[in-house]
């Protein structure tokens, strides 16, 4: 993700909630049935709280709101093993301070926290105002309860965004209470509540509103591999702080999108841009350019050949894109330094380019949430002739008016003066990802020898393009070589003719030559022959065990040949029926043809759908059977 927003760092505190209010038990009688719901676990959290307070802040400093926010954390802690150690990580940045940080034992007695605070490293953050506390205590024996607590202080109510109900641990019960008082006006939006019983009752206690969320026997939030981003499946609200009235007068915050953008607005109308800096390469790229497209595509491949992509963050950084000259003197930038450094160039190149505001695949949101969590990155649009390009600068080996999987479908908030422009970045099919396939093969006794010419596109050639490019020149061949036999050590791969990775606009087609061992078998006058060693999905099925979604790289969509030359003296015996599976997301097709000489083994699958729900896996495990039950089918060539 290119430019790391406050929502991100809540979305990780917010795993980590502590809660409050209860008193110190002896749970030792519970243990049994708890670790009949959270069989796999060392420590319970039997109770979590947040409670969500705010105040007026009369006489703002620097860098302050007029609203401030305080969250208080509250967790019961139940080891159901003896003597454990209790870790966590609390975050904060420049905007929010982490403070009272206590924990008490189950005698009531406050015990002493290992406590170490610092910057929060991560390998996609070049410079970052996020920081860390790392804390942990000893806990005692099972089923005596633990009480930890700590507050999170805001010093701008905007940075107050997501808050979700999955724990680190797993949680008996789970509560958020905000306490929003009358001068306050708050919209609590709810996402993935569908299918988690979660309880919200609203009560007025004077002048406060306070809303309280809960759900019990909520399990441990899990990391698996391809998992989607939490955002789109975990149940959560965010809170948007939409106005406040004070001294008798209603002052909007984040109302709508117009204020969200005034908000982005402001902060951007400070980067101090020197276009003078940008005028020598510009006229350069351009010089000798017969068209406007191919000016803008020489600009766009520019940047992302020779602009190096560092995700940066710093305060009011995390907003606020950093100065064109500075990207271009230093080489590098995020995604918004990478975009506002396009939006100079195609200025000075005489188009009207625009910072634009846009939140990845891996968030559920549109700009009808007018919060600092809608989005998470920052792309350039180029409006030509009535046409809108979307330029995505972090992007490597795209082509201009092409899209990555990762903001295709997207709704786009485009600078526009004092006004604004929603648009959407166009959604493609499967077929944009085609890989075409064509292959020759022959017998030379139990060996497999042929050749093949592979078509990429999409997000298939630029993977290609990617893994080339990222390896040393001496190693390409070997690694190209690799990448075609698919992991596979039965088969070698030779005389690979390597294309142009750096074409954008065109497909990109590798041909080489292959041999392939166990895929042939002879028994008496018969033959049998594996004609696809390649068998994609095959072993993509899912176990009870998997709790999240899975998200596949992109949309897919295979189309392969292959033509067997028939031994003299043989002819075919058996071959395949012809199968065929289609559902309203993906599809496998696949078929062989007699012509006498030669079988031909054609094979078509799409899958366009990027995200497979839990719901959806059995149904996926069925077509993966199906599909497997005809992979494994051979053809039977007989001596005639």
């Known amino acids: 993700m290119c430019r790391v927003f406050r929502a991100s760092f809540l979305c990780l505190t917010s795993l980590i909630f502590s809660l409050h209010g209860f008193s110190q038990t002896d749970f030792s009688g519970n243990i049994s049935s708890w670790k009949t719901l959270f069989p796999k676990e060392d420590v319970i959290a039997v109770s979590c709280k947040e409670t969500i307070t705010f105040?007026?802040?009369?006489?703002?400093?620097?860098?302050?709101?007029?609203?401030?926010?305080?969250?208080?954390?509250?967790?019961?802690?139940?080891?159901?093993?003896?003597?454990?150690?209790?870790?966590d990580g609390l975050f904060y940045n420049e905007e929010i301070t982490i403070d009272n940080i206590k924990a008490i034992n189950s005698k009531g007695k406050e015990i002493t926290i290992q406590k170490l605070c610092g910057p929060y490293k991560d390998n996609e953050i070049f410079h970052s105002d996020s920081r860390v506390c790392s804390i942990s205590f000893p806990l005692e024996e099972k089923g005596k309860s633990f009480t930890f607590r700590y507050e999170e202080n805001y010093r701008d109510i905007k940075y107050l965004t997501s808050f979700y109900f999955n724990h680190y641990l797993p949680v008996v019960e789970r509560k958020v209470e905000f306490d929003i008082p009358s001068w306050l006006e708050v919209d609590l939006r709810e996402f993935n509540f569908k299918n988690n019983n979660i309880e919200k009752i609203t009560n007025r206690e004077g002048d406060i509103t306070k809303t309280v969320f809960t759900i019990k026997n909520v399990p441990a939030f899990q990391q698996e591999p391809s998992s989607p981003n939490h955002a789109l499946s975990n149940p959560h609200v965010i809170c948007v702080s939409k106005a406040y009235t004070q001294?008798?007068?209603?002052?909007?915050?984040?109302?709508?999108?117009?204020?969200?953008?005034?908000?982005?607005?402001?902060?951007?109308?400070?980067?101090?841009?020197?276009?003078?800096?940008?005028?020598?390469r510009v006229a350069a790229l351009t010089e000798g350019k017969k068209t406007d497209v191919e000016k803008i595509e020489s600009v766009f491949y520019w940047v992302q050949d020779n602009i190096r992509y560092i995700a940066f963050e710093n305060g009011i950084m995390g907003f606020k894109p950093d100065a064109a000259q500075n990207v271009l003197r230093n080489k590098y930038g995020d995604c918004k330094g990478k975009a506002n450094l396009l939006k100079e160039m195609l200025k000075l190149a005489g188009y009207d380019a625009r910072l634009t505001w846009i939140g990845t695949s891996d968030l559920p949101y549109d700009y009808t949430l007018p919060s600092l969590a809608v989005d998470n990155h920052m792309i350039c649009t180029v409006i030509l002739n009535g046409k809108r390009y979307f330029l995505d600068g972090t992007e490597s080996f795209i082509a201009l008016n092409d899209y990555a999987q990762r903001i295709q479908g997207k709704q786009v908030l485009i600078e526009?003066?004092?006004?604004?422009?929603?648009?959407?970045?166009?959604?493609?099919?499967?077929?944009?990802?085609?890989?075409?396939?064509?292959?020759?093969?022959?017998?030379?006794?139990?060996?497999?020898?042929?050749?093949?010419?592979?078509?990429?596109?999409?997000?298939?050639?630029?993977?290609?393009?990617?893994?080339?490019?990222?390896?040393?020149?001496?190693?390409?061949?070997?690694?190209l070589s690799n990448l075609l036999k698919r992991g596979d050590d039965n088969v070698v791969v030779t005389n690979v003719q390597s294309p142009d990775f750096k074409e954008r606009q065109k497909p990109i087609t590798v041909n080489y030559e292959f041999k392939a061992s166990n895929q042939v078998k002879k028994a008496g006058n018969e033959i049998y022959v594996v004609?696809?060693?390649?068998?994609?999905?095959?072993?993509?099925?899912?176990?009870?065990?998997?709790?999240?979604?899975?998200?596949?790289?992109?949309?897919?969509?295979?189309?392969?040949?292959?033509?067997?030359?028939?031994?003299?003296?043989?002819?075919?015996?058996?071959?395949?029926?012809?199968?065929?599976?289609?559902?309203?997301?993906?599809?496998?097709?696949?078929?062989?043809?007699?012509?006498?000489?030669?079988?031909?083994?054609?094979?078509?699958?799409?899958?366009?759908?990027?995200v497979l729900l839990t719901s959806e896996f059995d149904s996926w495990n069925a077509f993966v059977k199906s599909i497997n039950d005809f992979y494994n089918d051979q053809v039977v060539l007989v001596k005639k």
């Open 247 to 280: 001294d008798g007068t209603r002052k909007v915050l984040f109302e709508s999108v117009k204020d969200l953008y005034g908000w982005y607005s402001t902060v951007c109308s400070e980067i101090g841009n020197n276009p003078n800096e940008l005028k020598s």
């Open 55 to 87: 105040s007026l802040n009369p006489n703002p400093k620097p860098g302050e709101g007029s609203v401030k926010a305080n969250v208080l954390n509250e967790l019961t802690l139940v080891p159901v093993k003896d003597f454990l150690k209790y870790e």
């Open 416 to 479: 526009d003066g004092k006004n604004y422009i929603l648009d959407r970045i166009p959604d493609f099919p499967a077929e944009r990802n085609k890989v075409k396939k064509n292959i020759h093969i022959s017998l030379d006794n139990d060996i497999i020898k042929g050749t093949a010419a592979t078509e990429y596109n999409g997000e298939s050639k630029i993977m290609l393009q990617a893994v080339y490019t990222s390896i040393r020149n001496e190693d390409r061949t070997e690694a």
């Open 531 to 610: 004609m696809d060693w390649d068998k994609e999905f095959s072993s993509l099925e899912f176990d009870k065990e998997r709790k999240n979604d899975y998200e596949f790289n992109y949309k897919y969509d295979y189309a392969i040949q292959t033509e067997l030359a028939i031994p003299e003296g043989y002819k075919v015996d058996y071959m395949p029926a012809a199968f065929k599976k289609t559902t309203p997301y993906y599809s496998f097709e696949g078929s062989y043809v007699n012509k006498g000489k030669s079988v031909v083994y054609n094979k078509t699958i799409i899958v366009n759908k990027p």
